[in-house]
């Protein structure tokens, strides 16, 4: 017999500020999603403490009340005590909005941006690094194929980083793929200098009195926020725009509409703004430089890195080459030469320190380029993420750049990199090597200080903690002393990647709200029963199951992350609601390419809901499982 939740949906109703209060309704698996006209008038901590109520969340305009795997029957109980009809299970789970501050969120975005194609961007540094070796001993594309070659295989991928950037994004902010890709292009598209060049000319370089400039550099190859902002933008518009279009256009109206406005918009806006920043920041390295040397190198130092990030050294930059070209030396750009040797200080540290084998992977290669001038694995795959790490190399770089100009170092041409910088630094007139020495002095001095910083201090976790990894029957012999106490073992009802409970991206499951237990991030879309089990519960869209087991264990299992969007599709149900199952029996099908073609995660938690009732769960400690493995134990 179902249990009554008249009690539980009166309150909650009177504690969200009553029936007037409310301007809709929906739920998903665990969560009633209130559109509330007043929030103020919403009880929080009432709810929060209230018999009943997992937690609440408030996030994406909605006032979740987090209920469990029977918000169904809440759910119903709620519509007839305030006498409104709901707008049945929710068709898209907004989860729980973005985390952390303004700063914290940009860091995750790019570090998220970045994680897809680290490897080749390593990979991209170290050949850049090899044909630098090439030509020092005097190699170019004029005299030889294979440099050429290798150039094209290490510089292609910086060219045309923007192409990559656009497609991450695109995932990123949830939009078609190959229309970012399109708007990536034509940031990039190689005859427009030529044209705009043209147009500046005739004096026919705006659009409706706006000017129609690019960066500095001359075009947007091998930036990056450039090709975000303008997927942000384009996003923004598709979202809005397929909410318009009738089915039957949507395939071509969509994207042509996007792409119509957002290109435009791009150029129009943020080639102005960057070009107005840039400019600012000229005059500002000008007027620092001309007042103190000491505190221009100080501060060109601190901040070289992050105006790399944001395409913004293009202010210093044709200082220097102006004055290399007009005197034949220059020591404008000398305090941004060696940051990336702090990038290398730090990274050392962190492949000593670190207890996970994915970043020692990763740190690896993006040290070997960092010490070639290329810092953009080793920034946006390990220390930005990190943040720490970062802020250290921006300070260190400081102290160093400041060092440059106390001793002033002087630099006789522009171009070399890491180190090959070093003989740009010698006086060609009469061979002077003392601005050499004492750069390759300050080189050793910033990788020291940056590494000795980063010993000291504790390196931050990038992919979770990591845990001792056991074996099964370790796992399962760490707890023969439990079986005089009451206990059952639940295998694991996917083949995956093991995830620890935290590292879960939805707030609600991370925080053991539900309850404990562990994730899978699996490897095949068969969803087979861990225990001998009653079925509780198969939600309406199929990514969800509920269980008892015969022990009295009741569980949920969620496929993947927001997957309630897909309306059922991909997914097929084997069994139905009162069904008893074996362990080992198929409960559900779901199709891993189109959950990730709709760029939603698939990682599965499998939650005790009822944790309450038991003195511990015990999870394997595998990295990796099988179906049928241990997956984890309930104690009384």
């Known amino acids: 017999m179902a249990k009554d939740y008249t009690d539980l949906a009166t309150d909650i109703v009177a504690h969200v500020g009553g029936k007037e209060n409310i301007s809709s309704l929906k739920h998903c698996v665990t969560r009633l999603r209130f559109g509330l006209k007043d929030e103020s008038k919403a009880d929080t901590e009432y709810l929060k403490a209230r018999d009943g109520v997992v937690t609440v969340v408030q996030a994406g305009g909605q006032y979740q009340v987090v209920i469990g795997n029977h918000v169904p029957d809440v759910y119903a109980a709620v519509q007839k005590v305030a006498g409104i009809a709901g707008d049945g299970v929710l068709d898209i789970d907004e989860g729980d909005g973005p985390k952390g501050n303004l700063f914290e969120r940009f860091i995750d975005l790019l570090s998220g941006i970045f994680q897809a194609f680290l490897g080749p961007l390593a990979a991209a540094g170290i050949i850049k690094g090899i044909v630098a070796i090439m030509a020092s001993r005097g190699l170019t594309s004029d005299n030889s194929a294979i440099y050429a070659i290798l150039n094209a295989a290490g510089d292609g991928f910086f060219q045309y980083l923007p192409l990559l950037v656009a497609l991450t994004s695109a995932r990123k902010f949830k939009m078609n793929e190959f229309t970012a890709l399109a708007i990536g292009m034509a940031l990039i598209y190689p005859t427009l200098p030529g044209s705009l060049a043209a147009l500046k000319e005739a004096g026919l370089d705006n659009v409706f009195g706006i000017p129609f400039v690019l960066p500095t550099a001359g075009s947007y190859l091998s930036t990056v926020i450039p090709a975000i902002l303008a997927t942000w933008v384009a996003s923004i518009i598709e979202k809005n725009i397929r909410k318009v279009t009738p089915d039957v256009v949507k395939l071509f109206v969509v994207p042509f509409v996007t792409i119509l406005l957002a290109v435009p918009l791009t150029f129009l806006v943020v080639g102005p703004v960057a070009n107005f920043i840039s400019d600012v920041l000229s005059n500002a390295f000008t007027a620092i430089m001309n007042f103190s040397p000491l505190l221009y190198g100080l501060i060109l130092g601190a901040t070289w890195q992050v105006l790399v990030m944001f395409g913004m050294h293009w202010a210093v930059v044709p200082l220097a080459i102006m004055q290399v070209a007009s005197n034949g030396m220059s020591s404008i750009l000398v305090p941004a030469l060696l940051p990336n040797f702090t990038q290398t200080g730090v990274l050392l540290a962190i492949m000593l320190k670190t207890k996970e084998s994915k970043v020692k992977t990763v740190s690896m290669p993006a040290l070997v380029s960092s010490i070639f001038g290329v810092t953009e694995p080793a920034i946006y795959g390990v220390t930005l993420p990190m943040k720490t790490p970062f802020f250290i190399s921006c300070a260190v770089s400081g102290v160093i750049g400041a060092a440059t100009m106390f001793f002033n170092i002087t630099g006789y041409s522009v171009g070399g990199m890491g180190v090959f910088l070093y003989p740009s630094l010698v006086n060609p007139a009469n061979g002077d090597m003392s601005g050499m020495n004492a750069a390759i002095i300050l080189t050793v001095v910033a990788i020291v ?54 590292d879960v991206p939805d707030a609600v499951f991370a925080s053991g709200a539900m309850g404990k237990g562990i994730a899978i991030d699996p ?85 005790v809901t009822n944790t309450a009732d038991y003195e511990d769960i015990l999870v394997t400690q595998e990295s990796q499982i099988n179906s049928g493995d241990y997956l984890l134990t309930t104690v009384k």
């Open 523 to 607: 490897l095949d879309g068969i969803l087979v029963s861990p225990a001998k089990a009653e079925v509780t519960l198969v939600f309406p869209t199929k990514h969800a199951i509920g269980l008892r087991t015969e022990n009295g264990a009741e569980l949920l299992i969620h496929i993947g992350m927001d997957t309630v969007s897909l309306a059922g599709k991909g997914f097929e149900s084997f069994v139905q609601v009162g069904d008893q199952v074996e362990a080992g029996q198929k409960l559900l099908e779901f199709d891993l390419h189109q959950i990730k073609a709709a760029d939603l995660p698939v990682i599965t938690p499998i939650i």
């Open 449 to 502: 200080a940056s590494f000795a910083i980063q010993m000291a201090l504790p390196v931050p976790y990038l992919y979770g903690e990591p845990t001792e990894k056991k074996s099964v029957e370790e796992t399962k012999e760490s707890v023969p002393e439990l079986k005089e106490i009451k206990q059952e073992i639940i295998a694991s009802p996917l083949i995956g990647k093991v995830v620890k409970l935290e």
